[in-house]
């Protein structure tokens, strides 16, 4: 259980729970109250919950009303299904995440030899500047092709 409460998954983990409330305050709470407006006597009329719903969302009225005693039930319930759907999605994600090929290899660090094992390819002193104290030679046999990833200063 130590390696899945990572640093970067406490982060993470912290994030979904912000989402959640945010998604919970603006569109759980508003759709609650909306459902019991739109329902006259026994049936519930989409129409009208359709035509008051993003009323709803943009009011801040709506979420104080949610929590009044005629409303609190269906948010109760509403903010139950929301949470159990949420959390399924974050568990799908967060499994999904660390399934990546090249997940936790290091790549494009300076640091892939040591002890001047670099210098068998590359040269000390001259040739296409790569580093600092590591040059591409140019009179090297085989293939010099070089990428340059970043922005060329031109002055």
Not at 49 to 74: C, G, H, M, P, T
Not at 106 to 115: K, R, T, V
Request: charged share 20%; with cysteine.
């Amino acid at each position: 259980m130590g390696k899945f409460f990572t640093e970067k998954r406490k982060k993470e983990i912290f994030i979904y729970l912000i989402l959640w409330l945010v998604f919970a305050i603006v569109l759980v709470w508003p759709m609650a109250v909306a459902s019991i407006d739109s329902t006259y006597g026994s049936e519930f009329k989409a129409n009208h919950f359709l035509s008051i719903a993003l009323d709803y969302i943009l009011s801040i009225d709506v979420r104080v009303k949610a929590f009044q005693e005629k409303y609190i039930a269906n948010t109760g319930t509403a903010m139950k299904y929301y949470t159990i759907f949420y959390f399924l999605v974050v568990v799908i994600l967060m499994l999904k995440a660390g399934k990546g090929e090249y997940n936790n290899i290091e790549h494009g660090s300076s640091d892939w030899s040591s002890g001047g094992e670099q210098y068998k390819v590359l040269s000390r002193k001259e040739g296409i500047i790569l580093a600092e104290k590591n040059y591409l030679p140019v009179d090297k046999k085989g293939n010099v092709n070089v990428l340059i990833v970043g922005r060329i200063w031109c002055w």
